[in-house]
């Protein structure tokens, strides 16, 4: 009969009860990556909580821990993932409250019981410019900034071509959150009609059963392709890059009864859209 590791109550001398305690104690721990006072926490994925509204259920907070020593006693046993195991019982051994309430955290978004959206990253953009061919030496038009994984993978394409990016970005977003913690400009793409000799990049919301950004209305959530058409209609720039699911056939993904997931299950991944461009 398998192991049930769900009965297991210590892992390195803590209890599951002692581990919730901690993350009472500590408080929302946000991530070294992410601080804690960081609008991405208070976004969700599909229907489920923002990791920030989660963290005060206990129930969800002892569902993380469970799924935390799960693994760690499924790898003990098991041999398996020996950094990982060296890393958490350093936490533990250390009684670093931080590290072990932000691994807990963690736990939400493996485990899906509350997951933080995710961000496009900026070695990403990098490369989907790179693999785009589209030379944006003439400047990025960013109407949706979002985290900003635009904005920094265009200036190190500018950098790494040692250009300078001074005036070459622009970057505005809708969500006046994320507008304040970044510096964007608020603005709402579809509020007007703009004309510009940049490059208009962007990674819009692939639908409302993806994810959810708190300070986005509930109006900006169309599909994929609809945006694209729609922000081609509203920004006439030299040329176009859209970000959005992997499959480059959206019609066909929805037909065949898959679930809309692209950046946000992980499943599909991202890429950019050459039948969109000019």
Known sequence: MAKDYHKIDELWSLSKAQVLGICREVGFPGSNKWP????????????????????????????????LFWICHKSIDEDKYPEFLAKHKRLFDNMNKVGIAQSVLLRFTVAKIAPKVTALKESRMLAIVDESGIDISCGAYCPMAGFGGIIRGCERWFKERKLDPTGKIEAYDINPNFCSWYGWGCRDVLAQNV???KVCIACPPFGEHTERWKGTPDSMYYEFHDWANLIKEHVKARNYIFIGPELSDVSKRYSSGIKPCGLYRKKYGIQWYPEYSN
């Open 36 to 67: 804690k006072e960081h609008p991405i926490w208070d976004c969700s994925v599909d229907k489920l909580h923002a990791p920030r509204e989660a963290w005060d259920d206990d129930a969800l907070v002892a569902k993380a821990i469970d799924n």
């Open 195 to 197: 004309a510009t000799d």
